[in-house]
């Protein structure tokens, strides 16, 4: 290791995982993300959606030292309805999953 450089993780996503894959309006999911590898210093991964269904959504997340996944929870509008994909990209390279929305919370 060169002293006075950043320690910098080349782990990559290989998967996103989002469950559950069908869901309702209104309810939480929860997305987990793969990389190809246990990092060995904090990793901040960006993750993105193609829907503004979701109440509360973060840009980045980090999977900690010494782990390979990070899982976070993000909760859908009450009138969410459709289907909606999340990526996860850092270190040149991206991975994607695909959801349902399968009506309102009643």
Do not use: H
Not at 6 to 20: E, I, K, M, W, Y
Not at 32 to 44: E, F, G, I, R
Not at 60 to 66: P, R, S
Not at 70 to 89: I, M, P
């Amino acid at each position: 290791m060169a002293y006075g450089r950043p320690v910098r993780s080349s782990a990559v996503p290989v998967v996103v995982t989002v469950q559950p894959t069908t869901v309702r309006a209104g309810s939480d999911v929860s997305i987990t993300v793969t990389l190809d590898q246990t990092v060995s210093v904090d990793q901040q991964v960006k993750v993105s959606t193609d829907s503004s269904m979701f109440t509360n959504w973060t840009t980045y997340v980090t999977v900690a030292a010494g782990q390979s996944t990070v899982t976070f929870t993000r909760t859908l509008t009450t009138t969410a309805e459709g289907s909606f994909s999340v990526s996860a990209s850092c270190n040149g390279a991206a991975a994607a999953s695909l959801a349902v929305v399968v009506g309102m919370t009643r």
